[in-house]
């Protein structure tokens, strides 16, 4: 078995959608800081901004993080696009390739 280097990750603003990979990829980690209400992260498997299918969904409430790290890194065939939402929310995505 060999091993897969993670990415050193991608910090995601609120709002608009950005690409977090645009090949097939593995997802490693995902964190998630609400600010001032519940927060929440959407990943879709897709190499644009437009589209695509939610394969992961994490949310955190005021105040908050959430933290989701798989055994076995999630595979995404297509890529990855992440939306972040929620007032002062941060989020950050690891992956694999």
């Known amino acids: 078995m060999s091993m897969q280097k993670a ?3 991608v910090v995601l603003a ?3 959608d950005r ?3 645009a090949v097939p990829c593995g997802l490693v980690s995902i964190i998630l800081t609400a600010g001032s209400d519940t927060a929440t992260i ?3 498997d897709s190499a644009t901004v437009s589209g695509g299918t939610v ?3 994490l949310s ?3 105040g908050t993080v959430a933290i989701y790290t798989p055994c076995k890194p999630d595979s995404f065939a297509n890529g990855i ?3 972040v939402t929620g007032t002062a929310a941060t989020g950050y995505v690891s992956i694999s390739s």
Do not use: R
Request: charged share 15%; net charge positive; hydrophobic share 60%.
């Open 55 to 57: 394969i992961k969904a």
């Open 42 to 44: 959407k990943l879709y």
């Open 14 to 16: 609120i709002g608009a």
């Open 7 to 9: 990415d050193p990750g």
């Open 81 to 83: 696009v992440a939306v």
């Open 19 to 21: 690409i977090v990979s």
């Open 60 to 62: 955190a409430v005021l």
